[in-house]
């Protein structure tokens, strides 16, 4: 029987990465999905991109920060240190990270299990889902990169058919403004939300299936959550505190301490 493993946002613990996978008994036919933001703001995301590459048989969900790279690469360097930038472009993997790169999804749907980086809208039925996880590899290019990051502030509204609220959901969901449905940005714990008005994502009861397991990363300062049957596995390790994973088959948890000092 195969299991399938997933790990929270690395963020470029590279090292800590390669101690959670160590922990994991993946065997030959377990399959390992990421969810997201995969090297940015840590000390080996390099380091990082390059191993993925070399292991074919992993898959990640595109997070916030996926985005934003491939937006500096295929389009104009506005978001990531200039170092950075050059760093990973005299990477021998460079191409094969950046076609890599644009062949991961933003969300992946299974009978009972959904895989998304931030989260997902309450109000989206399960034909929505289907819609939504269908349409959206086709937005991975540089003309819809370039107006994402132009336009995203003008999307956080829900709106039929909007590719640009899709993926202002998929990956940069936390709060809702309970009265408008307007996604608020707001990067604190739900017991310490800036606006009143504001509850998580997963509060309300959504229109897709109630059966519907829902992993997610993104929203570190909710650390390890398990909420009904939705789970936060973005333990914040680049900011000190762990990485996460997690058997989806039995729902066992995995930790390692981050090896970055706490800021």
């Known amino acids: 029987m195969s299991n399938t493993y997933l790990i929270g946002d690395i963020h470029g613990c590279f090292e800590d990465f390669i101690q959670l996978i160590e922990k994991m008994p993946l065997g030959p036919s377990d399959q ?7 090297a940015s703001k840590g000390p080996d995301g390099v380091k990082m991109l390059e191993w993925l590459v070399c292991n074919r048989n992993i898959r990640s969900i595109l997070g916030n920060h996926d985005l934003i790279l491939l937006h500096d690469i295929l389009v104009s360097p506005v978001f990531n240190p200039k170092e950075w930038l050059e760093t990973l472009k005299s990477s021998k993997h460079f191409s094969l990270i950046v076609d890599w790169l644009r062949n991961q999804p933003l969300i992946m749907i299974e009978p009972s299990h959904c895989f998304v980086h931030a989260g997902l809208y309450h109000e989206w039925d399960d034909n929505d889902l289907k819609k939504i996880a269908s349409e959206t590899p086709s937005l991975i290019e540089p003309n819809f990169l370039k107006k994402h990051f132009e336009v995203m502030h003008d999307h956080l509204y829900p709106a039929q058919n909007d590719p640009h609220f899709w993926v202002n959901v998929l990956v ?12 608020i940005k707001d990067f604190h714990a739900p017991e310490k939300r800036l606006y009143p008005d504001s509850i998580p994502w997963f509060e309300p009861t959504p229109k897709y299936s109630p059966d ?39 729902k066992t948890i995995y930790t390692v301490n981050s090896s970055i000092r706490k800021r």
Do not use: P, Q
């Open 212 to 250: 519907l397991n829902v992993y997610f990363g993104h929203w570190s300062m909710l650390k390890a959550l398990h909420h009904k049957n939705v789970w936060c596995l973005d333990g914040g390790c680049v900011y000190g505190n762990a990485l996460v994973g997690l058997r989806v088959e039995d």
């Open 32 to 38: 390992l999905i990421l969810l997201g933001d995969l």
């Open 172 to 183: 940069n969901i936390r709060f809702i403004d309970k009265k408008t449905n307007k996604l």
